[in-house]
């Protein structure tokens, strides 16, 4: 089982490397360098809001501030484009979380319900702010990224691969969080945190922390992101439309589970660019995206991955007393308790 | 001085407008547990209906709101029966996610019927003002003001004096006692979401008037009215009316004191301070444990 | 670690799945690719490339935009195409984003092959459009993105036909000053959104009112995302300046009007950047063009008398295929229509359609356009284009300065309100 699992993945993970080689129309590999970098944006936001379930729908401060840090890097430090802004953005993802520190502190006082208005009003703040102090953002003139000199058909490939880079860490960091105990209290706060923090959990500082992590993350998009276009204006990098299509394909995919974010992000990102370009009907593109979202919460409310997951197991169980799944559990739940630990909830 | 008194009179009467549309956002919160992000749509939906009446049937604006709100009763008795009732669980989360992706479609049928271009609602009285103390007033702000008074009493009465308001009430406080007692819950929502979505019918057709809108405008109103309920206290009538009138003219003020850019800047900040000493707003519940 | 096993399968199918569905998509069209270039023969169409804003901030600018291109398509057509073959428009939708636009030219350069790409709506949009293009070497001309902004991201193949957006109101503060001192204005108020087309208009016009004398007493400027104009016309309102210049679109130059009427605020002279020259779309919310009366507008050059190349034709022409009056022809039918004038002479001239020979032939010879003459410097700009003053008078919105082009005298000042 294990052979076949690890064999699977590694080969799923060699064609997402072969991509742009086999792929190399521009065109494709725009829409996955979008899609990769919603991923990463998504999963980053899962780390937070759907492991402690406190749903924020301010990441696109941490887009923006992701993305005027490094266009103000670039032009403080006279960077010329092309290798060297990727190597910018681990610092771009600090400054995020520098960003999120204060402003964490300050949301999280605040109850669940209440929490997501905050961050409704963070972020309406750091557009305004971005409108108004045109002696660091130039306002609504917008600022320019440096242009890479790569000719058009290698063009997409560097991003390509910062961005599932940064994808790949972002879902490892996930994977970590999710297995280790910093994870559980995450979880415990999520299912109930007057419990938790009865229990001794640091609710405080582990939603600190993991609004820091996510954060990092969704600086770096928004970085990569507007390097990839070019131009950077106060409208499109603090933009609703960003929270809210990142809150909905975590939803979609399952928000809280580990792959869920990435599932839904890989399935509504290709899609919405495909259907924003291709619909020249005024209008027929947001009825269908909007049908089709209706169409999947209605019937699938967990998101994909759990009810996935759900019939799977279900599936498993009908086949037999016996089954392979049990089998399997057995010996991995002697293999836990040899270590000496207690597995928490998946 | 007659700059602030300007503002504070302008503020009260757009307020009481923002009243409407956001009393409706609250009571379907506090009956149904749902945020409905498409009521900013809605508004619109009710905007446009009125622009319709009026392009094409030549039907006044004002005696056209005897066929947009009884238009968007049934509309959201609707979409209650087709869309909100399916979700089970986690009725808040998920609901912010249906909603919006109604919203989404009803917003693509709009761009589609009308096109994005900006229009507004026209009559003769619209541009006619009243002067008073120094500047003058606009008729329309002075009829949406008589209309929320209105209709907010009438709800006021519904909500306070009628069997109906009774039920509602005990709904939003504990929907499973209020069962056991024999008060047809479900019956109740439907009805309580249409009622909210009436009074974006009404809440529309002044808002129509007094701004140019397309589709797209509605994503600046649900904002105003998700921070409005928030800070009156989710589920509480009276904060919501409470909620919009502060926010207008204290908007307002800020508006013609300082400068209308930081306005909405130190408007969302203080709502941040509020809500970090009062989160439940002006008159809301704390949240007790959910067993 | 059960639950592990199960997820990562899922992962890894689904995932799987994915990848193979994009890979799909992405045979599915170079398919379509080959079929298309497989056939490149004299008679083909050539394909001309742009992308719309359909939906998004900018739509109602992308319907004149794309009805200008179509209308250009349709004459040329009906003369026989250009260089003897029929002309095929690929417009896409861009959602009035950057990162649309971006994957749209994506897609019609390297998904769709078009022969030439023309220009989306908008400044915000422009240099990413252009970015795209240059990449591949396409010429990108466009009417629209005029910020200054825009010219000096060091790209030599965007070519603007338009006036740059400084110099919009520069006739206007001209002919203010030019005023008897009696006459003259002694204090303005100036009102625009934080916008790269807007912004350096008003301040361009604003240095040259102010060194000529006339005081500002207003200067705000407030976020595109604006939705309730109110408290900003009540700024100026309470300013009682003489003289009024307002950074608009559309929307924005209504809720003015409205509120100046309302509050029977009667200003010597109203400018708005744009509005007032968007036809019915304007006339109509603000109670009829009566109520236009006096107001001016700038013009990049267009209007329903000029004398300019084509222009009888292209009013001719539109009134067939969209009706209406030559009231409702919008000025981004008019930029989108002069682009393809351009488009249609260099190509002639150079009898070719590759970018690269395009692109040295626009830098160097001059064009003439509905818009009037063309001609592009090093960064793009239109160097020849004059900005004309217009008025609403009696129903009509005419030029009125500079004196040669103008139809009647500004009418100054402003009548009241009716």
């Known amino acids: ?61 941490f ?93 997409n490939t560097p ?72 131009s950077l204006y106060p409208a499109f990098a603090f933009s609703p439309a960003f929270d809210i299509t990142v809150a909905l394909m975590a939803f979609l995919g399952g928000v809280g589970t580990l792959v869920g974010p990435l599932v839904g992000a890989l399935l509504l990102a290709p899609l919405q660019q495909y259907l924003t370009v291709q619909l020249q009907i005024v209008g027929l593109d947001l009825i269908l995206f909007g049908s089709l979202l209706l169409a999947v919460i209605l019937l699938l409310p967990e998101g994909i991955v759990p009810s996935l997951r759900k019939t799977w197991t279900r599936w498993k169980a009908s086949r037999g007393v016996r089954s392979p799944v049990a089998g399997s559990r057995e010996k991995e739940e002697k293999a836990l308790l040899a270590k000496g630990g207690r597995e928490g909830n998946g | 001085m007659t700059l602030i008194i300007e503002a504070v009179v302008l503020g009260i009467l757009t307020g009481s407008v923002y009243a409407l549309m956001a009393s409706g956002l609250t009571l379907v919160f506090g009956v149904l547990d749902i945020i409905n992000i498409a009521q900013g749509i809605l508004v619109i939906v009710g905007a446009y209906l009125s622009y319709t009446l009026e392009k094409y049937f030549h039907i006044d604006i004002i005696l056209g709101l005897l066929v947009t709100i009884p238009a968007l009763f049934l509309l959201g008795i609707g979409i209650e029966w087709a869309f909100m009732r399916r979700i089970k669980r986690d009725r808040v989360m998920i609901s912010i996610l249906v909603t919006f ?6 917003e693509g049928l709009l761009n589609f019927i009308f096109t994005p271009n900006y229009v507004q609602l026209t009559a003769p009285y619209i541009d006619a003002a009243l002067p008073v103390f120094g500047f003058y007033l606009p008729y329309i702000y002075l009829f949406g003001f008589l209309l929320s008074v209105v209709v907010l009493t009438l709800l006021y009465f519904l909500v306070y004096r009628t069997k109906f308001g009774f039920g509602l009430r005990a709904s939003m406080q504990d929907r499973t006692a209020a069962a056991l007692i024999g008060i047809d819950v479900e019956r109740v929502q439907t009805v309580t979401f249409g009622i909210g979505v009436a009074l974006a019918a009404a809440g529309g057709m002044v808002f129509g008037a007094t701004n140019p809108f397309n589709a797209a405008t509605s994503y600046d ?29 204290i908007s307002d003020i800020i508006d013609v004191v300082w400068s209308p850019v930081w306005a909405n800047v130190i408007f969302f900040a203080l709502l941040i301070v509020l809500l970090l000493f009062r989160p439940q707003g002006f008159f809301g519940r704390l949240e007790g444990r959910k067993q | 670690m059960v639950r592990s096993t199960a997820t990562f399968r899922k992962f890894f199918s689904l995932s799987g799945i994915i990848v193979l569905l994009l890979a799909a998509l992405a045979a599915c069209s170079t398919q379509q690719n080959n079929a298309n270039s497989n056939t490149t023969t004299q008679s083909s169409p050539i394909l001309i490339g742009a992308s719309i804003a359909n ?4 739509s109602a600018d992308g319907k004149p935009t794309r009805e200008g291109y179509e209308l250009w398509a349709d004459t040329i057509n009906k003369q026989g195409g250009l260089l003897g073959r029929q002309v095929k428009l690929d417009l896409v939708n861009d959602n009035s984003t950057p990162a649309g636009v971006t994957t749209a030219y994506q897609k019609l350069i390297n998904v769709d092959h078009v022969d030439l790409t023309v220009g989306p709506f908008a400044d915000l949009t422009a240099v990413a459009a252009a970015r795209v293009a240059h990449r591949s070497g396409y010429a990108l001309i466009e009417g629209s993105g005029t910020a200054v902004a825009v010219f000096q991201q060091g790209l030599d193949n965007i070519f603007s036909v338009s006036l740059s957006a400084k110099n919009y109101l520069v006739s206007f503060a001209e002919y203010i000053l030019s005023l008897p001192a009696a006459q003259r204005p002694k204090t303005a108020a100036y009102s625009t959104q934080q916008d790269p087309f807007l912004g350096p208009q008003l ?111 292209f009013q001719k022409d539109y009134i067939a295929k969209y009706g209406g009056s030559t009231a409702d022809i919008s000025s981004d039918t008019v930029q989108a229509y002069s682009v393809g004038q351009v488009l249609t002479q260099a190509v002639t001239k150079i009898h070719s359609i590759d970018n690269a020979k395009l692109i040295q032939e626009l830098h160097s010879d001059s064009f003439d356009t509905l818009q009037g003459p063309v001609k592009f410097a090093a960064d793009g700009q239109n160097t020849t284009a004059v900005a004309f003053l217009f008025q609403w008078q009696n129903g009509n919105l005419i030029p009125v300065y500079p004196q040669n082009n103008a139809q009647a005298n500004p009418e100054y000042p402003k009548r009241t309100w009716p």
């Not at chain 1, 799923?12 to 190399?24: D, E, M, S, T, Y």
């Not at chain 3, 209007?303 to 084509?310: E, K, L, R």
């Open chain 1, 1 to 61: 089982m294990k052979i076949i699992r690890t064999f699977g993945l590694l080969a799923v993970l060699a064609l997402l490397l072969a991509f742009p080689l086999l792929f190399g129309d521009p065109a494709v590999t725009t829409i996955a360098i979008f899609t990769l970098l919603f991923a990463g944006a998504t999963v980053a936001w899962n780390i937070f809001s759907g492991y402690t379930g406190y749903i924020s729908l301010g990441s696109a401060v």
């Open chain 2, 101 to 106: 992706a109604v919203a989404l479609v009803i």
């Open chain 2, 221 to 249: 109103l649900i904002s105003r009215l998700l921070v409005i309920i928030v800070l009156g206290g989710m589920g509480s009538l009276r904060g919501a009316l409470f909620a919009s009138l502060a926010m207008l003219v």
């Open chain 3, 203 to 313: 301040d361009e016009a604003r240095s040259l009112l102010e060194n000529g004398g006339v005081k500002t007493v207003l200067n705000q400027q407030y976020p595109v995302e604006t939705s309730d104009y109110t408290p900003y016309a009540q700024k100026v309102v309470a300013s009682g300046a003489d003289l009024v210049l307002l950074g608009t679109f559309t929307p924005d130059s209504v809720a003015y009007v409205k509120a100046f009427k309302q509050q029977h605020y009667n200003p010597k002279a109203i400018i708005a950047a744009s509005g007032p020259d968007q036809g019915d779309q304007f006339t109509g919310p603000i109670g009829g063009t009566k109520v236009a009366e006096g107001i001016f507008v700038p013009n990049g050059g267009w209007y329903a008398d000029i004398n300019t190349f084509g222009n009888t034709q």
């Open chain 1, 159 to 230: 991003f390509y691969y910062v961005s599932l880079i940064v994808l790949l860490l972002c879902f490892f960091v996930s994977w970590w969080v999710r297995n280790s105990k910093y994870g559980l209290g995450l979880l415990a706060i999520r299912d109930d945190e007057e419990r938790a923090l009865s229990l001794g959990v640091k609710t405080g500082a582990y939603k600190l922390v993991a609004f820091a992590i996510s954060a990092f993350f969704i600086g770096m998009v928004g970085a990569l992101v507007n390097y990839f276009i070019g």
């Open chain 3, 55 to 58: 939906s998004g901030d900018f």
């Open chain 1, 63 to 155: 887009y923006g501030v992701g993305g005027y840090a490094l266009a103000l890097l670039c032009k403080a430090w006279n960077i010329q484009g092309g290798y060297m802004p990727f190597l910018l953005l681990p610092l771009v993802g600090l400054i995020a979380s520098a960003f999120a520190i204060p402003l964490g502190w300050i949301a999280l006082r605040s109850s669940r319900h209440v929490f997501v208005v905050i961050t409704i009003a963070m972020f309406y703040i750091f557009q305004l702010l971005a409108f108004n102090l045109p002696g660091i953002t130039n306002g609504s003139d917008g600022m320019f990224l440096p242009s890479p000199p790569w000719d058009a058909a290698f063009f």
